[in-house]
């Protein structure tokens, strides 16, 4: 019974990256002292610890005794958070009754706390029993719950839980449901938590290959941006397949079952291919009628996909205060519209007084409240001209690179390095500046454009992290390589890649297969 919950537990390794710190004996007692009684928990449960079976018994006893009299509010009003919480939704799955599956679902609608990790935990424990029960009446709310739940810590791992529930492929066959949208926005997430530490075991608990078929045999005529993303994550699930079927473990049964479902996706590879090339030119096109709901769906598709949002995302990211304008700036980011970069460009000039903001004394911390307007997205103005080169948009960055709030000098610090600077001899020696930054941030921005730029000492400070005793440096080193481009270090994670560390090892591939993918797609 405990299985399951042990598998998502799992999570900790990746969502919580101080986990990593484990490993080493002398920082342990540390890591757990910052960590909730809830978190310390689960993470015992999964180092092989058991419930305690006798304070099972006894709720299951209490609970047996209340609910033969019929009090089940009495039931529902003695479940409390805290560490008693798995040990009392555990009683009720083993009750089982009719009564204890209402309870446990209603549960579902409870904010039992403002921690958002714990709140997750107390999801999972209650999905997991809920599955248990094999109650697919419960779906729905389960469904409405994990959906809800999927941006926050854990999100992944509940979304996970949901999928592997007897009767999830039946929303899949009507996706233009509210409960169909529902289904795929978590199965996204399932499939999405694969490349963020779920274990590979979810594939066949899922049945994940027979999944994406159903939904392919389901798509209907049109394009469709939530169906698109699962399926250019199928890909990317294909992608990492063998590295993930390698971490089963030696069990026969496990690897075979994993490879029918990688087989039931491989078949299906050459359509999804040919759906997934046809899809950006279509979404671009519909992106100009659609309602707002259905934009922000067709933009995460499109910054999903590395596809440019042309010229209607190009409008919406121009329109003063619209919703939309940080999301659709991502999806002009790599657009070869060479009204792009100059419109960017008008938009800060025409909205932020750059030269004032730059003669005033740097800040180590930014301040309280926003120093730029809500309706201006300047850093993700700043952040968008980074696939805009040209001496003007380089004359912007450097300006902006001299804000007094390190938030904005960040963002522009960060758009440097992505081409051969126009003007070397004012790049170079700013950002040599913003290396000795009094804001981490404005620093570490700083030693990854120098890197990208391929500068000795900034790319000797990560192959020295990279090296690292300290596991938490080097994982956050192979993050920072993956998210800032930094294709010079390959050679250096290719050897990390076959690291004794499995997590290490994970972390090594996952960022070589993104800087993969950044470089097949290219910048569109």
């Known amino acids: 019974m405990l299985h399951p919950l042990i598998v998502l537990i799992l999570l900790l390794l990746f969502v919580v990256p101080a986990l990593l710190l484990l490993a080493r004996r002398h920082r342990q007692q540390q890591l757990?002292?910052?960590?909730?009684?809830?978190?310390?928990?689960?993470?015992?449960?999964?180092?092989?610890?058991?419930?305690?079976?006798?304070?099972?018994?006894?709720?299951?006893?209490?609970?047996?005794?209340?609910?033969?009299?019929?009090?089940?509010?009495?039931?529902?009003?003695?479940?409390?958070?805290?560490?008693?919480?798995?040990?009392?939704?555990?009683?009720?799955?083993?009750?089982?009754?009719?009564?204890?599956?209402?309870?446990?679902?209603?549960?579902?609608?409870?904010?039992?706390?403002?921690?958002?990790?714990?709140?997750?935990?107390?999801?999972?424990?209650?999905?997991?029993?809920?599955?248990?029960?094999?109650?697919?009446?419960?779906?729905?709310?389960?469904?409405?719950?994990?959906?809800?739940?999927?941006?926050?810590?854990?999100?992944?791992?509940?979304?996970?839980?949901?999928?592997?529930?007897?009767?999830?492929?039946?929303?899949?066959?009507?996706?233009?449901?509210?409960?169909?949208?529902?289904?795929?926005?978590?199965?996204?997430?399932?499939?999405?938590?694969?490349?963020?530490?779920?274990?590979?075991?979810?594939?066949?608990?899922?049945?994940?290959?027979?999944?994406?078929?159903?939904?392919?045999?389901?798509?209907?005529?049109?394009?469709?941006?939530?169906?698109?993303?699962?399926?250019?994550?199928?890909?990317?699930?294909?992608?990492?397949?063998?590295?993930?079927?390698?971490?089963?473990?030696?069990?026969?049964?496990?690897?075979?079952?994993?490879?029918?479902?990688?087989?039931?996706?491989?078949?299906?590879?050459?359509?999804?291919?040919?759906?997934?090339?046809?899809?950006?030119?279509?979404?671009?096109?519909?992106l100009r009628y659609a309602n707002i709901d259905q934009q922000k769906e067709i933009l995460e598709t499109l910054i999903d996909l590395r596809a440019s949002g042309g010229d209607a995302a190009l409008k919406l990211a121009m329109t003063p205060n619209h919703p939309l304008a940080e999301l659709a700036l991502q999806a002009v980011t790599w657009s070869t519209n060479p009204r792009a970069g100059l419109m960017i460009r008008d938009r800060i000039l025409q909205s932020v007084a750059m030269l004032p903001r730059a003669q005033k004394r740097p800040r180590s911390t930014p301040p309280r409240r926003p120093s730029i307007p809500a309706e201006v997205p300047y850093a993700a103005l700043l952040r968008a001209l980074r696939g805009h080169p040209s001496p003007q948009t380089e004359a912007i960055l450097l300006l902006a690179a001299r804000d007094w709030d390190p938030t904005y000098r960040a963002a522009a610090i960060s758009s440097l390095g992505w081409w051969e600077p126009i003007a070397p001899g004012d790049v170079l020696p700013r950002l040599q500046e913003a290396r000795r930054d009094s804001n981490t941030e404005v620093r570490q921005a700083a030693r990854a454009a120098l890197a990208r730029l391929g500068e000795r000492q900034a790319l000797l400070w990560f192959r020295q992290t990279l090296t690292s005793e300290d596991p938490q440096k080097v994982f956050e080193a192979i993050q920072t390589i993956a998210a800032e481009g930094l294709t010079l270090l390959w050679p250096d994670l290719d050897r990390l890649a076959d690291s004794e560390n499995s997590d290490i090892a994970h972390h090594a591939r996952e960022a070589l297969e993104r800087m993969g993918e950044e470089l097949e797609t290219g910048r569109k």
């Open 32 to 286: 757990r002292e910052e960590l909730s009684p809830i978190t310390r928990q689960h993470i015992d449960l999964f180092q092989g610890g058991q419930l305690n079976e006798a304070a099972v018994e006894s709720a299951k006893a209490r609970f047996r005794e209340l609910l033969e009299r019929g009090e089940v509010a009495a039931v529902e009003n003695s479940l409390r958070a805290g560490v008693q919480y798995v040990v009392q939704v555990r009683a009720l799955t083993e009750l089982g009754t009719e009564d204890a599956g209402r309870i446990l679902e209603r549960q579902l609608q409870r904010r039992l706390t403002e921690d958002q990790i714990e709140q997750a935990w107390y999801w999972i424990d209650l999905a997991n029993g809920l599955r248990m029960l094999n109650r697919p009446q419960s779906l729905p709310h389960l469904l409405r719950t994990a959906d809800q739940a999927s941006d926050l810590p854990l999100g992944h791992f509940l979304a996970a839980e949901t999928i592997c529930f007897l009767g999830f492929s039946g929303y899949l066959r009507q996706p233009h449901t509210a409960l169909g949208r529902s289904a795929l926005r978590v199965l996204l997430r399932a499939i999405e938590g694969l490349r963020f530490g779920v274990p590979a075991n979810l594939v066949s608990e899922a049945r994940l290959g027979e999944l994406v078929e159903t939904l392919w045999d389901s798509r209907g005529g049109e394009i469709d941006p939530l169906v698109t993303r699962v399926f250019n994550e199928a890909m990317r699930f294909l992608r990492r397949s063998p590295h993930l079927g390698a971490s089963l473990g030696g069990e026969l049964s496990d690897q075979e079952t994993f490879d029918w479902q990688v087989s039931r996706l491989s078949a299906l590879e050459p359509s999804l291919s040919d759906y997934l090339y046809e899809a950006p030119e279509l979404l671009v096109d519909r």
